[in-house]
């Protein structure tokens, strides 16, 4: 089972819809959880950290789920700039180690 | 604006070559990272660096060497480039924590023929 896994997409939604995924760990240990855009060609950026307690930043709202194992992000009201491919990143337990998932591509079309 | 430069956009190298791949970082960031990035696994840690002339193994460093004699700078050295290295290499830095933001550089693609 790979550390860190997601769902690869590509999520079709419309315009204005609201779209959520998940990323789910192995190690129950582990620390912290960020999510990363990567727009096609283009490097990583950070989108938003995901806290214990849940976390929002405008359209965009990122849950942690300790007990399931899983980090959720949910766009609500999709812009077409929002078509990106978000990766999930995992800190270890002993916080020096940092995996990515595969990324979820998310495609919206008017 | 923290700005991770890498030397060149796209390469393309024989089987056998040495290549050297560049990173500066302009922000003091005390962390470097050299990722590849492969369709359907995602970005893979290679090596990374705490310090200068520090250096450590990440998930995937077999084929793969690293220098870093200054702070700003961080090389990936491929000593005998292979078919399978063929990728997207991704530099990043952070400030200091491993849970600092990573900043990444606009990638090198590789290609080995």
């Known amino acids: 089972r790979k550390e860190v896994e997601q769902d690869p997409g590509p999520f079709n939604v419309p315009e204005g819809a609201t779209v959520a995924f998940n990323c789910t760990y192995s190690n129950s240990a582990s620390q912290s959880f960020f999510w990363y855009r990567q727009d096609c060609r283009k490097e990583p950026k950070l989108l938003m950290s995901?806290?214990?307690s849940g976390n929002e930043d405008g359209r965009f709202t990122a849950q942690l789920n300790r007990a399931s194992q899983y980090i959720s992000l949910l766009i609500r009201d999709s812009k077409l700039s929002d078509s990106a491919t978000y990766l999930c990143?995992?800190?270890?337990?002993?916080?020096?180690?940092?995996?990515f998932g595969g990324g979820t591509r998310v495609l919206v079309k008017p | 604006d923290v700005k991770v430069t890498q030397s060149s956009r796209y390469l393309v190298k024989r089987t056998g070559e040495k290549v050297f791949l560049e990173c500066v970082q302009d922000?003091?960031?005390?962390?470097m990272f050299w990722y590849r990035q492969d369709p359907g696994l995602g970005l893979r840690l290679i090596y990374f660096s705490y310090d200068v002339k520090m250096k450590e193994k990440g998930d995937i460093p077999e084929g793969y060497s690293v220098s870093r004699e200054k702070k700003e700078r961080f090389s990936l050295i491929l000593e005998s480039a292979s078919t399978n290295q063929t990728s997207m290499y991704l530099c990043?830095?952070?400030?200091?924590?491993?849970?600092?933001?990573?900043?990444f550089g606009p990638g090198t693609r590789l290609t080995v023929l």
């Open positions: 922000m003091d960031h005390e962390n």
């Open positions: 990143v995992v800190i270890g337990a002993a916080g020096n180690k940092l995996t």
């Open positions: 990043a830095s952070s400030p200091g924590h491993t849970t600092d933001t990573q900043y």
């Open positions: 995901v806290y214990s």
